[in-house]
């Protein structure tokens, strides 16, 4: 499986971007599937997650009710909708997946468990 994030891009503050990260390969709707982002000089921290089944969701507080993640595995895509955007959410996003057990419909936060990396999508908010 590959990753492919696209979507970013310049917009002001309280606009909104939509973010897609596609995954090659027949086996990506089970992986479980989170958007990390980086500022510079900053960690790369949790930003969102969906489980492989798309039914649990989880959410950084930073942009809880803000941004919306979302999955058509029949697709093999998984999008984070980006609404009222501020200047601090100004980082490059990455998304990235994990492979897991069809009975483990958990949302992965911790970056250690990623396995899979998308190349980054660059995110500036101007205010």
């Known amino acids: 499986v590959q990753l492919q994030a696209s979507g970013g891009g310049l917009v002001q503050a309280r606009g909104s971007l939509r973010l897609s990260c596609a995954g090659s390969?027949?086996?990506?709707?089970?992986?479980?599937v989170g958007w990390f982002r980086q500022a510079p000089g900053k960690e790369r921290d949790f930003a969102a997650g969906?489980?492989?089944?798309?039914?649990?969701?989880d959410y950084a507080d930073s942009v809880r009710v803000r941004f919306t993640i979302s999955r058509d595995n029949a697709r093999n895509t998984v999008d984070l909708q980006m609404n009222n955007l501020k200047p601090e959410d100004t980082a490059v996003y990455y998304c990235?997946?994990?492979?897991?057990?069809?009975?483990?419909?958990?949302?992965?936060?911790?970056?250690?468990?990623?396995?899979?990396w998308g190349q980054g999508t660059q995110v500036t908010v101007s205010s």
């Open positions: 990235a997946a994990t492979p897991r057990d069809p009975f483990d419909t958990i949302v992965v936060r911790s970056i250690r468990q990623y396995t899979l």
């Open positions: 390969g027949r086996t990506f709707s089970r992986y479980a």
């Open positions: 969906i489980s492989w089944t798309g039914g649990s969701t």
